[in-house]
């Protein structure tokens, strides 16, 4: 894991958290059936956001959306299932922007739960670690 040790930085970390929760407010208006590629590619902005604030509060910054994950995996309470998705939502984010893929509806039926559900968590870690 590469990270880089950096000055704490509380107000960027807040604005991070900020956007993220916008930023996931809109996805929450989009279709489900005709955007999906959009939903998705919006949660894996929202969690990288979260997880970016969290390595600021923290004193850490990275380049590498693998490292992000990697940080939160192992200074964080999350599962190796939750971690899994976070990965697979990388990945598809990836495919999404550089090869144009279309994601299916079905996938974000399977998904949307759980992906609602770190993001909540990932969150609360933000939030607490704020206060």
């Given at each position: 894991?590469?990270?880089i040790?950096i000055q704490?930085?509380?107000e960027?970390?807040?604005?991070l958290?900020?956007l993220?929760?916008?930023?996931?407010k809109?996805?929450?208006t989009?279709?489900?059936?005709?955007?999906?590629?959009?939903?998705?590619?919006?949660?894996?902005?929202?969690?990288?956001e979260?997880?970016?604030?969290?390595?600021?509060?923290?004193?850490?910054k990275?380049?590498?959306h693998?490292?992000?994950i990697e940080?939160?995996?192992?200074n964080h309470n999350?599962?190796?299932?939750?971690i899994?998705?976070?990965n697979?939502?990388?990945?598809?984010?990836n495919?999404i922007v550089y090869?144009?893929?279309n994601?299916?509806?079905?996938?974000l039926?399977?998904n949307s739960?759980?992906?609602?559900q770190?993001?909540?968590?990932?969150?609360?870690?933000?939030?607490?670690k704020?206060?």
């Open positions: 894991m590469e990270l040790k704490p930085d509380r960027r970390a807040k604005s958290m900020e993220s929760l916008l930023r996931l809109k996805i929450r989009f279709n489900k059936k005709t955007e999906s590629p959009l939903i998705v590619e919006g949660y894996y902005e929202v969690a990288k979260l997880i970016t604030a969290i390595l600021f509060v923290d004193g850490f990275t380049l590498s693998k490292d992000l940080y939160i995996r192992t999350l599962s190796g299932t939750e899994n998705l976070l697979e939502l990388r990945k598809y984010r495919k090869y144009g893929i994601i299916q509806p079905e996938y039926q399977r739960t759980d992906v609602n770190i993001i909540s968590k990932l969150t609360k870690i933000c939030e607490r704020l206060e």
